[in-house]
């Protein structure tokens, strides 16, 4: 029987606990939301108020200079660089993950004509988050299906599938519906024992779980900010791009701030060095800003504890559902072993819409996603043992008073589930 009081204690040796005076957790609310947007860092708003009216309202233009606007997305990338374990000079935030993987994609595609491989097809996985396979499917009416065709295969088939048809493995790391995570290191050494490249898609990953990117020699990776790393609703994504891919090949939404001279303003496309020819347009330099304030955050975090303390506090969740006899009412979904587990818990429930609705109601935010998900996000940095004992509580309340049979709930549906 676990009591209030064990929860407590675990609170007390929390070696994370005193991270969540630095995020503004609105009262009354217990947050198991951040893997869809991480809340608002408390320094994120002083910074806004800064870059609004004193570098945009009263320095202006010259701010692109004085405060270093031009480089915020090799700036900004090399904070992100440290979370996602790569080398500082080849990431760069910019755009959308939708966006940096069509570059991404059309790169690898490029590289394996290059090398004259024969290789066109992509490989991905059936359940993966869907702009993922709607932007290969857009380079694959460009292209033709004779330079890009997308393969689609289970999770458990995806190492065995890579063959020597294979251009590149596009693998999401953490899975949005189940929580399940993938090995990408091993992944990666088979692809490439195979031939394959591979582009991993962190958005579940950076900032909720320990990774090297470099190491483990991804060629491609994509990422969020607005997720586990809090850079704020709609915050710029991030590509990472391995060094050799970085000289051999272009990607084709050459724009001008990819270019390696910017303000010379030639006719012609010359790619700049490195990763800043991975940008396109002229980066948002207020979103750009929340994302560096929030990435301050993590500067000395360490991301192994973090995962840590994401499974316990997961684990928690879990052995009070059974506890409080409500484990029958749910079948889950995710994993239970650890390493092949990201930072979320999914359940299904015929009513999982109605029970998440409902338990909002009750200030605890969780997410649904179709057809039947109950979705639950464990961020350690601003979330205590404590939490997860109270947000349990509030869902036996929810069943036992059966508040998610009340039909409202399904009147009101949302355009954002
Ligand atoms: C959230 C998420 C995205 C979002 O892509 P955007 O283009 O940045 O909107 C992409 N992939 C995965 C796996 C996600 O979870």
Redesign the pocket.
Known sequence: MIQLSDVQQLDQGDPLAQYRAQFNIPAGTIYLDG??LGVLPKTTPQRLHQVIHQQWGEDLISSWNTHQWIDMPLTVGAKIAKVIGANAEQVVCC???????FKALAAAIRIQQRADSGRTQIISTAD??P??LYMVQGLQELLGQHQCELVLVSEAELEHSINSATAAVLV?E???RSGRRLNLQQLTQHAHDQGALVIA????SAGAVPLAITAWEIDFA???T??YLNGGP?AP?FIYVAAPHLKAVQQPLQGWMGHARPFAFEANYEAAEGIQAYLSGTPSILALAAVDSALDIFADVDMKQVHAKAIALADLFDDLLEQFQLHTHFARLTPHAPEVRGSQLSYSHPDAYAICQALIARGVIADFRAPSYLRLGFTPLYLSFEDIWNAVEQLAEVLQQEEHLDPKWLAQRGKVT
């Open positions: 893997n869809s755009d959308s993950i939708s966006v940096n993987l993966n988050f702009t993922d999401t953490v899975n949005f898609d962190l958005a579940h994509v990422g969020c607005y997720k709609g994504a």
